[in-house]
RNA sequence: GCCGCCUUAGCUCAGCCGGUAGAGCAUCGCAUUCGUAAUGCGGGGGUCGCGUGUUCGAGUCACGCAGGCGGCGCCA
């Protein structure tokens, strides 16, 4: 006999090797039918699965997120098992859950077309239909890979290989198909419901290495209700209107062409944009003690030789030539430039720690896919900065570091993903003490700021571990914004030195920094954050003076006038338009005050203050609203 | 870089089985002076991404290239 517990904390004795139907069907007949899966102190099991031993149980339905998962899994499998029934020549691998859905990798020697996915999908409504029971095998090692392999599923038998001796090897099996798979797994395939759409059609290394074959990824979503993907297509929808490649084109921010391929054209109003952001990060910084340089664009390759980026980089860097048979690199990054700096003249100590910072501009090679609107471009510039300390300094300055990021991105409204640390990748520079101090301190300082971090393995810089601070786009992408990274290679590599308290020299540490990362990668979040509307003192326009009629004209300039002397973006609309046009016009360009004045407020000297997203207006003195905005539109940071 | 898809006016998009290009918005002109998300009328605007081929004839079919989009890989 074994005891199980239920949620309400009622115990029940029931047999040995009862099983999760059993269990509901001893409740009620409708839970039974409604059970999907259940859950035996924290491990979500098949309904199917004899219990040997008792336990803390919970009976999943249709409506608990965990059941969603398994939705979502088995609907990979209905897909796995459809796509095989209409192309026989192609092998399984793996198809794990994603973000709100999943996908199922295949090889095939021909690619999917688009055409092919309405057909999979009606192929997968009826194995639906057919109601196929899915059971749970347990197979010996040798002979299901030897199975595997007999029947030409290669990539199955390999997965086989890898799997740790102690564990078991589980074989699903639905109606004629069957495949490798830890489970759990629904009752049947009608279980799986019709709340699913592939969505989209990708190549994909297998275990995502570029040496490996490329397999044909199909992506699908799936839901427990039609209602829910219906929500879960529209959410995605709104989503995509906020992409920064559309918000930055209706608001004239910037613009591409061939012949850049990666480097943008910034118009006015994005430069606008670009530039506050720039501003108020500098003061952020000045404010904590950083200074500001400026190093080459262009320098000898020697240079990047002796810091080891050529090595690793150099195919991803732009060079260039002279006459006489120099061989330069445009800069990708600024350090070996600040260290340049910090070597010229003799150090002391008592100096540290120098905070070097530079908003230079820095090129790079980026492979043709990789490139992404203004998050991911070949030309872009960081607010970047270098930290040469001590090694008793690193802590205290990572955790300063941390706290001024997580300062700005309040300041921002921007809400982290997640924060990881990547660890020492295979190809580094620096010995394995060093990457073990660096890795451990990093963490020590981001849990000191309050922060925790996901350790990720192989995925630091070749000279030290990174504390990486992602944020979201608005499908849901994340995107490396702010780093901080620890370095005792390059000052190394560099020859960088400073004379000690003892007289004698000293090789710093130095901590590679920015907040934002790539200002450009940050504006393009920002925009997609606020889907173009921005806070008064971040827009590119700020205020726009909008007249009735031409009597109103006059005054119009007036106004303007008074808040530009306040230093506000004016605009001004003198345009023979009706003033409804010129408030949808000015409201669609995401302009967060319209001041319309007619010839009442010409008359009182008042401006009436329409803001973006309310239609009430507050009729003020022009005194009134010159003093108001300038408040409000006052930058975080001097407020 | 790899796989798939896309590319027609400034923008968003129509254009069937190959017969010589269309709408809305924007722009320009004229009228209108109208109090908070589109005033009316009229005009101009296209080597249909680029190249080659098939054809009497190519926006439409084929091939190549470029750029873009989605994913993979890469990301100092």
Redesign the pocket.
């Known amino acids: 006999m074994i005891d199980l517990k239920f949620p309400d904390g009622s115990v029940r004795p029931f047999d040995a090797g009862v099983t999760g139907r059993d269990v509901a069907a001893s409740i009620s007949k409708s839970l039974e039918k409604k059970a999907l899966l259940i859950k035996l102190d924290g491990e979500l099991l098949d309904l199917a699965r004899p219990l040997e031993r008792g336990g803390a149980i919970e009976i999943i339905t249709r409506e608990r997120p965990e059941a969603l998962d398994t939705i979502r899994h088995d609907t990979a499998h209905v897909l796995a098992e459809a796509v095989q029934e209409l192309f026989p020549d192609t092998q399984v691998t793996i198809g794990p859950n994603v973000e709100d859905g999943f996908y199922y990798d295949f090889a095939r020697a021909e690619?999917?077309?688009?055409d092919d996915l309405p057909k999979i999908e009606a192929r997968m409504r009826q194995i639906v239909d057919r109601d196929e029971a899915i059971s749970r095998e347990v197979w010996d090692r040798a002979e299901a890979i030897a199975h595997f392999d007999g029947i030409g599923e290669t990539y199955k038998a390999q997965i086989i290989r890898g799997i740790p001796g102690d564990q078991a090897i589980t074989v699903y099996r639905q109606g004629q198909w069957k495949d490798l798979c830890r489970g759990p797994h629904l009752p049947s395939t009608r279980h799986v419901g019709k709340a699913f759409k592939l969505t989209?059609?990708?190549?994909?290394?297998w275990r995502?290495?570029?040496a490996n074959a490329?397999l044909?990824?199909i992506?699908g979503t799936a839901w427990a209700s039609d209602a829910d993907l219906a929500a879960y297509l529209t959410r995605i929808e709104e989503a995509e209107k906020r992409?920064h490649?559309?918000v930055g084109?209706?608001m004239d921010l910037f613009h591409?062409q061939?012949e850049g391929?990666?480097m943008i054209f910034w118009h006015p109003k994005g430069w606008t944009l670009y530039r506050t952001l720039q501003n108020y990060v500098r003061r952020r910084m000045e404010a904590e003690g950083y200074v500001e340089v400026k190093t080459p664009q262009v320098l000898d390759r020697a240079l990047w030789e002796r810091s080891g980026?050529w090595e690793?980089?150099h195919d991803?860097?732009f060079t260039c030539e002279t006459p006489d048979g120099e061989v330069l690199a445009i800069k990708?990054?600024n350090?070996p430039g600040h260290v340049q700096i910090f070597n010229h003249g003799q150090r002391s100590y008592r100096e540290l720690p120098i905070r070097m910072a530079e908003f230079d501009g820095l090129h790079?090679?980026?492979?043709?896919?990789?490139?992404?609107?203004i998050i991911?471009v070949r030309g872009l510039s960081q607010d970047d900065g270098h930290i040469f300390c001590t090694e008793e300094q690193i802590e205290a300055e990572s955790k300063a570091f941390v706290d001024l990021l997580r300062l700005v991105y309040a300041d921002l409204k921007v809400e982290l993903q997640s924060v990881k640390l990547a660890l020492r990748?295979d190809k580094r520079f620096g010995t394995e003490e060093q990457w073990t101090i660096a890795e451990d301190t990093l963490e020590r300082a981001a849990n000191a700021a309050g922060v925790e971090v996901e350790r990720i393995p192989n995925?630091g810089?070749?000279y030290g571990p990174?504390l990486e601070f992602h944020l979201r786009d608005a499908?849901g992408?994340t995107w490396?914004c702010g780093?901080l990274?620890l370095d005792y290679v390059l000052p190394e590599r560099l020859d960088a030195t400073y004379i000690g308290e003892d007289g004698a020299k000293h090789r710093p540490v130095m901590l590679?920094r920015a907040i934002l990362g790539s200002l450009e990668r940050f504006t393009g979040v920002l925009i997609e954050h606020y889907a173009g509307a921005f806070p008064l003192w971040l827009a590119p326009v700020q205020v726009v003076v909008a007249t009735?009629?031409?009597?109103a004209d006059d005054y119009a300039a007036t106004a303007a006038a008074a808040l530009r002397k306040a230093g506000l973006r004016v605009e001004i609309d003198l345009r023979?338009?009706?003033?409804?046009?010129k408030?949808?016009e000015h409201?669609?360009a995401k302009v967060p005050v319209?001041a319309?004045?007619?010839?009442?407020?010409a008359e009182e000297d008042k401006v009436?203050l329409?803001r973006?997203?309310s239609?009430g207006?507050q009729?003020l003195t022009l005194d009134e609203a010159v003093a108001l905005l300038t408040i409000e539109a006052t930058p975080p940071d001097l407020r």
Request: aromatic share 8%; net charge positive.
């Open positions: 690619p999917f077309s688009l989209k059609l990708a190549g994909a290394y995502g290495d570029q490329q044909q990824r992506y992409d490649r559309k084109a209706a591409f061939e391929r990666g980026h690793k980089f991803d860097m990708p990054m350090c790079r090679n980026e492979s043709s896919g990789s490139m992404h609107g991911r990748p995925e810089a070749f990174k499908i992408r490396q780093t990274q590679h009735i009629t031409s009597d023979n338009e009706k003033v409804g046009y408030v949808r409201s669609l319209i319309v004045v007619g010839r009442r407020e009436a329409r973006l997203g239609d207006q009729v």
